[in-house]
């Protein structure tokens, strides 16, 4: 979707426009939820709160181009809050199947194929919440850093912090295994 | 280290294994879950903006504005204290009664030697007569007055000023034991940060040194450091900077607590009296 068509749904913010924006974003949120929390029952509930949050806080959306990036934020935060309160996390799910093999061949077939690929998506669902989230912010929504932490009403330092520690985290995973 | 864990990790590899993760996840159905998420949004309204409710802003200005008057008064009181002193009433003031000699009774009057004097208006006629009394000393009058006049050792207070440096307040009088050279009169001032103390020799003007001497001996307060600066003396007693002034024929001192005030503060608050 185009950050102007985006912009103007979340502005317009009637039924219609909710639900277009949940159809844009339902797969990627609740993957992001799943990653954190392993479990797609939880995964489910906290989408469906991260949408319903997003839906009634429009109003404080700054920038509304970057809806998408401010409802993962809102998934992640309510994915570790989740795992707070569970105070325990089962990595129980296997990792889900490539959706659409062939397609993806064509396109990528030689590193969709690698197992350093796989070692990396592996390493990326061990994350915390925390790295997951400046993760998936930067490489997944390319937002610069300033825009992370003003999403994340954090310092630019600290985003910085976050990013570094989630790298080391992948590499020290990824050496490791 | 084996051939496994040698791999490319770079910026390009974290971003497709994200894309994959992401987009190989099989999401719920769509429709129950938009079903759930429509029928929540229904029934909660969606949250206003934080906003102080009016009757708590009424509250806080009716709080403000009793604040003001309480604060206000009490600085009125003080400022027209200082300025009025109680020792300019006379106890030998004549009252004019008008309208009230109808309660006095005619012996009353007779024992008092009160006359009667007609009033007359511009014109010339009369209008109206007023009774001049004289009060004679154990009257029932005389206790009225009695009651307003102060007393006549009042009258030598010094007159402590409202305010000094605009932020120290005028609290109290401390009253020291009585001694033979005549006691010092000492105020209590407070301020937002400490308070001050506002000392009078309440009696002819005096030596700096000996005034710091009594200070130290009445207050009892044992002296640290005297010196003369710039034509200043200040004194250093019991915890407190100190700065010895003249002022109406009287010696003065301001003393401060040592940690919350320098000699430059002092002269300051000694500015207004010099």
Redesign the interface.
């Known amino acids: 979707m185009e950050p102007q068509q985006i912009s103007t749904l979340v502005e317009i913010n009637n039924n219609e426009s909710r639900r277009a924006l949940f159809e844009a974003y339902n797969r990627r949120t609740f993957a992001i939820a799943y990653n954190i929390l392993h479990n797609r029952e939880n995964a489910e509930d906290i989408t469906q709160d991260a949408f319903i949050k997003a839906f009634q806080n429009l109003h404080q959306l700054k920038d509304k181009t970057k809806f998408g990036a401010w409802l993962a934020v809102i998934a992640t935060n309510l994915a570790r809050n989740h795992l707070k309160r569970e105070k325990k996390v089962i990595y129980t799910d296997e990792l889900p199947e490539i959706r659409d093999q062939s397609e993806i061949m064509d396109t990528e077939a030689e590193a969709l194929h690698s197992l350093e690929l796989a070692r990396v998506r592996t390493a990326v669902r061990a994350l915390s919440p925390d790295h997951y989230q400046v993760i998936v912010l930067q490489f997944f929504d390319n937002l610069k850093i300033e825009e992370i932490a003003d999403l994340l009403k954090v310092n630019p330092g600290t985003v910085k912090s976050r990013l570094f520690r989630a790298k080391q985290k992948l590499a020290e995973a990824l050496e490791l295994d | 280290?084996n051939e496994?864990?040698k791999?490319?990790?770079n910026?390009d590899?974290?971003?497709?294994?994200?894309?994959?993760?992401?987009?190989?996840?099989?999401?719920?159905a769509?429709d129950i879950?938009?079903r759930?998420?429509?029928a929540?949004?229904d029934s909660?309204p969606?949250?206003l903006?934080k906003t102080t409710p009016i009757r708590i802003r009424y509250a806080a200005l009716a709080i403000a504005a009793c604040l003001l008057l309480v604060f206000g008064g009490i600085g009125l009181v003080r400022v027209v204290q200082f300025d009025f002193p109680a020792s300019e009433f006379s106890a030998e003031e004549e009252i004019i009664a008008l309208g009230e000699e109808e309660r006095l009774e005619k012996s009353d009057l007779a024992e008092s030697g009160a006359a009667e004097a007609p009033v007359v208006a511009a014109d010339g006629s009369e209008t109206e007569m007023v009774t001049v009394v004289e009060f004679k000393e154990g009257s029932a009058k005389d206790q009225i007055t009695a009651a307003v006049s102060p007393p006549t050792e009042e009258a030598a207070m010094p007159l402590w000023p409202a305010t000094l440096g605009k932020v120290h307040f005028f609290s109290e009088e401390i009253v020291l034991p009585p001694v033979e050279e005549g006691p010092l009169r000492v105020a209590l001032y407070t301020g937002p940060d400490h308070d001050l103390l506002l000392v009078s020799s309440n009696t002819a003007q005096e030596d700096s040194s000996g005034f710091v001497e009594k200070i130290s001996l009445q207050m009892q307060f044992p002296i640290n450091d005297i010196q003369y600066k710039d034509g200043n003396l200040f004194f250093a007693a019991g915890g407190y900077n100190g700065l010895v002034f003249q002022h109406d024929g009287m010696t003065w001192a301001i003393l401060a607590p040592y940690s919350t005030i320098n000699k430059e503060q002092l002269i300051n608050l000694a500015a207004p009296f010099r």
């Open positions: 280290m496994k864990s791999i490319t990790f910026d590899l974290i971003r497709r294994a994200l894309q994959i993760d992401i987009e190989s996840v099989e999401p719920p769509a879950m938009w759930n998420i429509e929540c949004l909660v969606a949250p903006k």
